[in-house]
């Protein structure tokens, strides 16, 4: 079957680093994507990894394995306003998306 | 622009009851989709469209019917709600003809059927 897991929830201090991790097995590849949701919003699109290594959006990176069917998130330098969910999702060999669960985020003062 | 605009934001249904989830996008956006979220899971793809009168199904297609016969709309039918159909449902538009592309979602819609 297709899996995607990611942490149920994590928590980081203020102005800190912390790194979002998902591992998954799924029927063929056709891109790794990564959105943020904040509690009672719509999910938001932050990054996407087709080949290995790492993409550097601003605060946000996201790397990618693909002989490891790993990846991750790294939100730097923390605000109070990444407290979200973070949500993992990859493109199969159809081009249809499987989800992870997704990772709360508490960011602590 | 308003992007992908979902309505109702809440709804109680009673069960067996029906009713239509609205989604419209103003993006000129080939793909729409459903999704519902519950907790502990991941999003579930209900059904899909990659064009104007082309549909097909998700992951969770059951209870649930669609019809696109514009661009813009992609309503979702509950024909005769159960209370297993309680979740928040998602609508969501991307660029292109397949889920291959970074989708927008609409603001949600959280139905509870009693």
Same mark, same amino acid.
């Given at each position: ?12 201090t203020e102005g800190a ?61 923390l605000q109070m ?26 960011i602590k003062p | ?43 579930? #793809?209900?059904?899909? +469209?990659?064009?104007?009168?082309? @549909? ?6 059951? &209870?649930?019917?669609? /019809? ?7 309503? #979702?039918?509950?024909? +005769?709600?159960?209370?297993?159909? @309680? ?6 538009? &991307?660029?292109?003809? /397949? ?16």
């Amino acid at each position: 079957g297709q899996n995607i897991d990611q942490p149920t929830e994590m928590t980081a201090t203020e102005g800190a680093i912390v790194q979002i991790n998902c591992t998954y097995q799924t029927s063929g590849f056709n891109g790794l994507f990564w959105y943020q949701q904040h509690a009672g919003e719509a999910p938001t699109f932050l990054s996407y990894n087709v080949l290995d290594g790492l993409e550097e959006k601003g605060r946000f990176s996201s790397f990618l394995s693909r002989s490891k069917g790993y990846s991750y998130l790294l939100l730097k330098e923390l605000q109070m306003k990444d407290s979200a969910s973070y949500l993992c999702a990859v493109m199969d060999s159809n081009y249809q998306l499987i989800w992870g669960a997704g990772t709360k985020l508490i960011i602590k003062p | 622009n308003a992007g992908v605009t979902q309505t109702p934001k809440f709804q109680v249904l009673k069960t067996g009851q029906s009713m239509t989830l609205q989604c419209a996008q103003d993006m000129n956006h080939e793909y729409m989709s459903w999704y519902r979220q519950d907790p502990g899971m991941g999003l579930r #793809l209900i059904h899909y +469209s990659v064009g104007a009168g082309i @549909t097909d199904q998700g992951e969770v297609p059951n &209870g649930y019917n669609v /019809s696109r016969s514009t661009t813009e709309d992609f309503p #979702l039918r509950l024909l +005769s709600a159960a209370p297993s159909q @309680t979740s928040v449902y998602f609508c969501a538009s &991307g660029q292109g003809n /397949s889920g291959a592309n970074v989708l927008t979602f609409g603001a949600g819609s959280r139905l509870t059927v009693l």
